[in-house]
């Protein structure tokens, strides 16, 4: 159960004024009429940053001998593993009132992977010259499966200083949210026919805007309500694709080895292919 976790505190604080900058930030202070006061000035002059991390990575089950005749099976909770992080950065400065930045990442991986039994139906022909035929062999199942999916969001709000404006066009939001997907089959369908396929993927997670939300909701937990309504619906429609990619490579080892007088020759074949899909940005 691996864990890590972080909490950091930054503080810079001038020696003059960032504001009257002839003027030494300390008899600033001293010149304030109440704590009150003092307080606000020493926090707009300050460069502040606030960071709080932690995160889980590889949690899985470790593999043991124990139980049945220890092969793997497709279903064991040992092919699984997951990991979620999470990050939140503060920040103000005198220009920015309030830089707040939240990152979220999680994951789930799944891998299974069997040794490779080659069936050999006609391995008990004696003949020399039915060599050919005698090595005629094929695996029925792939060799290795994986999959791995990552969810992946940062949302970021930042408020500026003596903007004189209404607050909702004083706050500038940041976000993303995106889902990755990835695909890998590795097969040897016989010890001279090999076929590897690999795919990746990426879907975005639409939010709502969140001018339209402060506009339509004055409660901040119905605009939370709604927010993570949308999120849920986009995740079970797969979200939005935007990138798509697989590759494809086949390889083959005529068997012409097993000719009587062809040992010395060998002749491989492959092939190797590949698509991918980019969505064009929205209007």
Known sequence: LPFYAQRSNTTSTPEFDPYDLDIRLKDKLNAAESSMERDSLREQAQ???????????????????????GAPKPWDIENF?????????????????????????????????????????LKGLKPKSLRLLKEFNFNPLPNSF???????????????????VDPIFNTFFNKRFMWNRTYDLN???????????????????DEPDEIDLLERFENPDQRQQFRRDSIWNNIRDLGRPKLYNHNISLSYTLPIRYLPYMDWVQVRAQYQGGYAWNAAALP
């Open 47 to 69: 460069d502040i940053t606030n960071i709080t991390t932690y995160n889980f990575t590889n949690v899985r089950k470790e593999r043991t001998d124990g139980g049945g005749d």
């Open 81 to 121: 593993s997951a990991s979620y992080g999470y990050t939140r950065t503060e920040r103000s400065d005198p220009l920015i009132q309030s830089d707040r930045r939240e990152e979220y990442t999680g994951g789930v991986d799944y891998s299974y992977s069997r040794p490779t039994n080659y069936i050999q139906p």
């Open 146 to 164: 994986s999959v791995s999916t990552v969810l992946d969001r940062q949302f970021s709000t930042t408020s500026y200083r003596f903007a004189g």
């Open 187 to 205: 097969w040897d369908i016989t010890r001279s026919l090999k076929f590897n396929f690999n795919a990746y993927s990426d879907s975005a997670i």
